[in-house]
C-alpha cells in the first residue's frame, strides 16, 4: 500500500482545510486508516481513525472541530479540520493499520509523507 497525503498548506486561524490521502495497491477495505500529527522534536500524535464499516474515533484535542472520513471505491480517506488553530501547526500523517489498537502510530503498517498544515494567528 502506498498512501500520498495532500491538502495542507499555509491558512489563518479560524480558517478551514480539507486533508486527502489516497492509497495506491490493496484495497483500503482491510485497514484501519487513520491520521496523526507531528510538530517538530515532539512525537507523533493521535488525531483521528476510521474502521472498514465507517465507524470512527478522533482525539479530544481536535473533538468537534475535525472529522474522518473514507471512500473505499475510492481509495482515499479525508480529514475535515475547522476552525483550526495554530496550535494545529503540524506535519499531517496518515497511516494503514492491519492490527489493533490503531491509536498508536507503532501499530501502522504503512504511511505517506505527510502534508504540512500551517495556521498562523
Known amino acids: 500500500v502506498q498512501l500520498v497525503e495532500s491538502g495542507g498548506g499555509l491558512v489563518q486561524a479560524g480558517d478551514s482545510l480539507t486533508l486527502s490521502c489516497a492509497a495506491s495497491?490493496?484495497?483500503?477495505?482491510?485497514?484501519?486508516m487513520g491520521w496523526f500529527r507531528q510538530s517538530p522534536g515532539k512525537e507523533r500524535t493521535f488525531i483521528a481513525i476510521t474502521m472498514w464499516s465507517g465507524g470512527s474515533t478522533v482525539g479530544d484535542s481536535v473533538k468537534g472541530r475535525f472529522t474522518i472520513s473514507r471512500d473505499n471505491a475510492k481509495k482515499t480517506v479525508y480529514l475535515q479540520m475547522n476552525s483550526l488553530k495554530p496550535e494545529d501547526s503540524a506535519v499531517y500523517y496518515c497511516?494503514?493499520?492491519?492490527?489493533?489498537?490503531?491509536?498508536?502510530?507503532?501499530?501502522?503498517?504503512?504511511w505517506g509523507q505527510g502534508t504540512q498544515v500551517t495556521v498562523s494567528s
Open positions: 495497491g490493496r484495497t483500503l477495505s482491510t485497514y484501519v
Open positions: 497511516g494503514a493499520c492491519s492490527g489493533y489498537n490503531c491509536l498508536l502510530p507503532a501499530r501502522y503498517n504503512y
